[in-house]
C-alpha cells in the first residue's frame, strides 16, 4: 500500500519553495498520502561549509526516498529541453530501490515535439538534429526512455497525477 510520497522535482529551486512545498503536501494529504518535500530538514546551522551542506542534503533526500513508499516526481523540463538532474538521479535511485515511481509533465507530445514547442532555439534547422547537429532521441516517449520507460507519466499538474495515482491504487 502507497501511503507516503518523496515529492521530487525541481520546486525546491523556486523563489517560493518552502510555500510551495507546503502545497504539495496539502495535495497529498487531500488525496490520502503523506507528501515529504525535500526542504522539510533544514541543514543544521553548525554546518557552513557549503560541500557539508551538499553532503549533508544528499544523505538526507536518499534517507527520505529510503523511508517514503513510492516517488512522486515533477520532470517538467527545467533551466533547459531536459527534467532536472537532481530529479532524475532521484528517480533512478528509487528506481533502483525497487520503489514505485509516478512521474508527471505539462504537455502531451514526444520529447522531440516537446523540445521543438518549448524550445525551439534548440532545434537544429533541418528540424531533426539539435543545434549542435546532436540526435534527438525519438521514441515517441514524453521524456528519456530511460525516465519513460520504468514509470507511469501523467500529463498534467500534481493535482492530476496525484489524483490519478489515488484512482489508479483503489483500482479505477
Known sequence: MIRSLYLAGPDVFRPDAAERGRQLK????????????PLDQEVPAEITDPAAQAAWIYRNNIALIG???????????????EPDSGTCFEVGYAVARGKPVYDYIPEHGSLAQRIRLRHPQAIGADGLLDAHGWNIEEFGLPLNLMLSVPAPLVVGDAEAALAWLAAHLRGG
Open 26 to 37: 496539502a495535495l497529498c494529504a487531500r488525496h490520502g498520502f503523506e507528501g515529504l518535500f
Open 67 to 81: 523511508r517514503v513508499d513510492a516517488v512522486l516526481a515533477n520532470l517538467d523540463f527545467f533551466r533547459g529541453p
